[in-house]
């Protein structure tokens, strides 16, 4: 009889942390990264006898939550990778709407500024067109300074953001970390349910930040690595990252780790989660799309300058330079050790390219690095004022005294947007008439002409300077009627003076063809075709794209990596969504399974008591018989 | 399987949420009637629409600098016709002064009258555009380009004229420079000129003669030399015998890609000369026909060879300006058709960009009401299923 009372009272408190188990339960329905738990019943051990063993009622052996490792994982990597492509996808898709703009699109701006010169061409004496053509010039600066502003307010933006992720990273590493010390040694049997909880919380919250991969020790506490394994937390201890200033670029963030004192840049080994992803938009956008801007800029600036400088404004002047752009930008690294600068200006747009370049001295050797296409490029030249390094349109110049090891960051194109200015200021400024004019005597008795010339210098102090090509007999002229005699070939060029001709048909001797400033001709509009055929014309990249086919080519790229992030979010949002269904259907709280559970074990205390009553019952009547 | 109740709140909600994104993306579509708002969307179809955005606005210009050059060349044309008329009076007072009854007082009225054309004639081609730049004066459009001192006229002119672009790939010429239209035309047929020689003794005379085959000719002076009225000889300015031939009258003599005819009968020695058309200026024309009328000593004879002189030099004048004037006609034509192909092109770029660019109202209108059921659609679902749990049937 006492048996049946014991065995009741065991079921009674059995079933009693049963529905405390489901209390816990239907509390944290809504707590997140909390693991349903379930109490598991075994019989107690009975007594035997000769007719066979009596059980000896229940107890709660464990509690233990229902979680898979496996699944926990799978979510953890479809958040970081939804997770970086998302950062990627916002961060592009701002400067995508900034280029995207159609009316104040680089493509419209600079066929704007050659709508305005074709205009002024028609009539270049008024000054009405010319005033037009200054500020078209002024929305194309505009544009191009209002993307670059963008841009870097997005860099700006993306390096606060490394900061700050960073700091959530070292934050919730030491969270595990502490976490780890609690848990560690806890026996399998007691485990610390909500610690565990607690832990695996904060690692799903890591893995928004950067890739995780985890590993269980025996002891119960969790290795945490980040990255391509890059160990974050061992056991109680955590790793502190910081946002540590670029060797050549101070304003800009790399990623390091601080051990032993020493601080070591792991910014090449983080991938995955919005840290990776503001990392990747940097390198892959802003930085190529700045310096892609920069390049069309310094397209327009040297091609209407070198023509501006080769024709004749309204006073018969050479023209002045109508745009300034950045100049090229040398960065020296912080470990350098050396005293030498690097001057380097741009020589040639066609072989100039929107890539940045290290230049680092190796031993005494100087070597040049592209670091877009990765890949050493070779150089011209050894580097001294009168034989400076030529390489990728650029020539480099390098003064005071190396070390080795000592390196520079090259950057071609990166800050000439930014600087991109209209430096004229009245029409009468733009140089619509070519420089100099040709023409045949008209006493001439031969059937020789001359062609218009062209501007090949427009440095040569005589260009100007009227100059004859004087025939001594139909095979042979001078210049000037003096000096040397050179052999005439029909249609050859000939070169003096900072100009280029050529005089074709046969020429009596005693012919002559002069060619002198074209001051006069205000009516002239050669030059300003000259700069409409130059504008027009496939300039960049070795002479393979125009400008506008440069810029349209910059608003589609951004715009297709803008798409393929986008595209890439979603689906990973979609895998993360299942992944996420797939840890709650293991994990997760059902209040309607709590509800049955609670219903069930209300049912069996219900039934325990009684037994209790029953066995109560029992004695009164043993008592009341005997009594 | 176990349905979280925390993750079904949580997926509901996303669900709604996406789809609350997308009825807003539509509905952008349809307020900003773009379906390509960023390049993201779709960014081949950008760089299209840039590119045709760029031409479309490229074509504009080019009809622009047309519809510019159209109206300064129907100045030109103007200025030409009333350059005609000018010479054709002035060919009339030619024809009336010349004639042996009129007394020198008389012809002094007419060379009066001529000097008015004269400075007539300077007037038009000192004509100016609508920008007040000098159509006729090349590339100095802002000098005076004919200036009258007495009864010459200088040009101070460029002699090259700008261009204007009125399609992509088509410049023509803004204009003429006075130089060609008033100062170089070419005297006799153009190519050469003939003259009979100052000591003939024959009564033989030589017509203007023609060009047979242009590619064939040399510039260069020739003399016909006939031996005896049978015979000739054709020497260059050198000497050297070009051809050699018999003569009947009248005889057609051909040589270097031309042909002239000699009439009558000329005596052995007689010479005429085959010399390379140089240029009369039409203000000289007038200006010499003036110093003619107003001289009161020449005979008939020498009155009837110089006014008629003068009345070849103004059909020369008269003739050149109608080549001008069609060659600007010729400009018109052009600029009229590129026009009409720009518009055209425009037409069918605008229709592209609107293909890639702008909404289909049918299909968004539709695309947001389907959004909108699904969305209702949820949101009722959600209402119905969240308020369902066990726990409401356990009294």
Redesign the interface.
């Known amino acids: 009889m006492s048996d049946v009372l014991f065995t009741s009272v065991s079921g009674l408190l059995a079933f009693q942390k049963a529905l405390s188990v489901t209390s816990n339960n239907v509390a944290n329905?809504?707590?997140?990264g909390y693991s349903?738990e379930s109490a598991n019943f075994s019989p107690q051990v009975g007594v035997t006898t000769s007719v066979g063993s009596f059980g000896n009622g229940v107890d709660v052996s464990s509690v233990t939550r229902s979680y898979s490792e496996l699944l926990a994982g799978q979510m953890r990597t479809s958040q970081s990778s939804y997770s970086g492509f998302n950062s990627f996808a916002t961060t592009?898709?701002s400067i995508?709407?900034v280029?995207?703009d159609?009316s104040t699109?680089m493509?419209?701006t600079?066929?704007?500024f050659?709508?305005s010169l074709?205009?002024l061409?028609?009539?270049?004496?008024?000054p009405a067109s010319g005033t037009a053509v200054l500020s078209a010039a002024q929305t194309l600066a505009q544009s191009v300074q209002g993307y670059a502003t963008q841009l870097s307010a997005a860099d700006q933006n993306v390096e606060g953001q490394i900061s700050s992720n960073v700091q959530e990273i070292n934050s919730l590493a030491s969270g595990i970390a502490t976490l780890n010390s609690q848990i560690s040694g806890t026996t399998t049997s007691g485990a610390p349910n909500a610690l565990l909880d607690q832990r695996d919380q904060l690692i799903n919250q890591l893995s928004q930040y950067v890739s995780v991969t985890t590993a269980t020790q025996s002891d119960g506490t969790m290795q945490v690595f980040i990255g391509n394994g890059q160990a974050l937390v061992n056991s109680g201890t955590a790793q502190t990252l910081s946002a540590i200033p670029n060797q050549y670029n101070p304003t800009q963030f790399d990623v390091g780790v601080t051990s032993s004192g020493a601080t070591v840049d792991i910014t090449g080994s983080i991938t995955g989660g919005s840290l990776g992803g503001l990392l990747a938009v940097r390198s892959q956008v802003i930085e190529p799309t700045l310096n892609a801007l920069g390049q069309i800029s310094v397209g327009v600036a040297s091609i209407i300058n070198q023509q501006q400088a080769s024709g004749l404004t309204q006073s018969g002047a050479q023209g002045q330079p109508m745009f300034a752009v950045g100049a090229v930008q040398v960065s020296g690294s912080s470990f350098n050790t050396g005293t030498a600068q690097i001057s380097a200006t741009r020589t040639n747009l066609s072989a100039l390219t929107p890539d940045d370049y290290v230049l680092s001295n190796n031993g005494g050797t100087w070597q040049l690095y592209d670091q877009t296409a990765h890949q050493t490029v070779a150089m011209g030249g050894d580097g001294s004022a009168g034989n400076p390094f030529t390489a990728a349109g650029l020539s480099m110049v390098v003064s005071g005294a190396a070390n080795s090891g000592d390196s520079f960051l090259v950057q071609p194109t990166a800050t000439a947007a930014a600087g991109f200015n209209v430096l004229l200021t009245s029409p009468a400024q733009i140089a619509s008439?070519a420089a100099v004019?040709t023409?045949a005597t008209t006493t001439n008795t031969g059937?020789g002409t001359i062609a218009p010339a062209t501007v090949t210098d427009p440095t040569d102090p005589n260009l100007l300077t009227a100059t004859s090509l004087v025939f001594s007999s139909p095979t042979q002229y001078q210049i000037n009627g003096a000096g040397p005699t050179f052999a005439y070939t029909p249609g050859a060029a000939i070169t003096a003076n900072g100009w280029t001709t050529s005089i074709s048909g046969a020429p009596a001797a005693g012919d002559s063809f002069t060619v002198s400033s074209n001051a006069?001709?205000?009516?002239?509009?050669?030059n300003l075709?000259a700069m409409?055929d130059g504008l027009s014309a496939n300039s960049l990249n070795g002479g393979t794209i125009s400008l506008?086919g440069a810029?349209?080519?910059l608003?589609?790229?951004?715009?297709?990596q803008?798409?393929q992030a986008?595209a890439n979010a979603q689906a990973q949002q979609s895998v993360n969504?299942s992944a996420?269904?797939a840890v709650?259907?293991?994990?997760?709280?059902?209040?309607?399974?709590e509800?049955?559970n609670?219903?069930k074990f209300q049912q069996a205390y219900q039934a325990c008591a009684q037994l209790i009553q029953a066995s109560t019952t029992m004695f009164n009547t043993l008592i009341t018989a005997i009594g | 399987m176990r349905v979280s109740t925390l993750g079904f709140q949580t997926s509901a909600s996303d669900q709604m949420q996406s789809l609350e994104s997308a009825i807003a993306k539509t509905q952008s579509q349809l307020s900003s009637g773009l379906k390509l708002q960023t390049a993201a969307d779709d960014p081949a179809g950008m760089a299209q629409v840039n590119q045709l955005d760029s031409q479309i606005s490229a074509s504009q210009q080019y009809q622009a600098n047309g519809s510019a050059l159209n109206s300064n060349l129907t100045i030109e044309e103007q200025s030409l016709t009333d350059a005609t008329n000018v010479m054709q009076s002035a060919r009339d007072l030619a024809l009336q002064a010349n004639n042996s009854a009129l007394t020198p007082s008389q012809r002094q009225d007419i060379a009066t009258q001529l000097q008015q054309l004269l400075q007539q004639l300077v007037g038009t081609a000192n004509s100016t555009d609508a920008n007040g730049n000098y159509l006729f004066a090349g590339e100095a459009t802002t000098t005076v380009p004919f200036a009258q001192t007495g009864n010459s006229v200088a040009y101070n002119g460029s002699t090259s004229v700008s261009q204007v672009q009125i399609s992509p790939n088509q410049r023509v010429s803004s204009g003429d420079a006075g130089s060609n239209v008033f100062i170089n035309i070419p005297a006799g047929n153009g190519t050469f000129t003939t003259a009979v020689g100052g000591a003939n003794t024959g009564s033989a005379t030589i017509g203007p003669g023609t060009v047979v085959n242009a590619s064939q000719w040399v510039p260069d002076t020739y003399t016909i030399t006939f031996s005896d009225p049978t015979d000739y000889t054709v020497t260059d300015s050198l000497g050297n015998p070009v051809t050699s031939g018999t003569y009947a009258s009248p005889g057609a003599i051909s040589f270097n890609g031309i042909s002239t005819t000699v009439s009558g009968t000329p005596a052995a020695g007689d010479t005429f000369t085959v010399a390379p058309a140089g240029t009369s200026s039409a203000f000289n024309t007038l200006s010499s026909l003036i110093t003619t009328l107003n001289d009161p000593t020449l005979t008939s004879a020498q009155l009837a060879t110089q006014t008629g002189t003068a009345m070849e030099q103004i059909d020369g004048a008269i003739s050149n300006f109608n080549q001008v004037q069609a060659s600007v006609g010729a400009r018109i034509n052009a600029v009229t058709a590129a026009s009409s192909s720009a518009a055209t092109v425009q037409t069918t770029m605008t229709a592209s960009v609107s293909s890639l660019r702008d909404v289909d109202y049918t299909a968004a209108t539709t695309q947001l009401s389907t959004e909108m059921v699904a969305l209702q659609a949820a949101q009722e679902s959600y209402a119905s299923i969240a308020n369902m749990s066990l726990f409401n049937y356990l009294k």
């Open positions: 329905v809504d707590t997140p349903v592009a898709a995508d709407s280029l995207s159609s699109g493509t419209a600079l066929q704007g050659t709508n074709q205009t061409a028609n009539a270049p004496t008024l008439a004019q023409s059937s006069g001709n205000p009516g002239d509009n050669t075709f409409i506008q810029a349209n080519s608003v589609s790229q951004v715009g297709s803008t798409q986008q969504t996420t269904a709650n259907s293991t994990s997760g709280v059902n209040l309607d399974e509800a049955a609670m219903v």
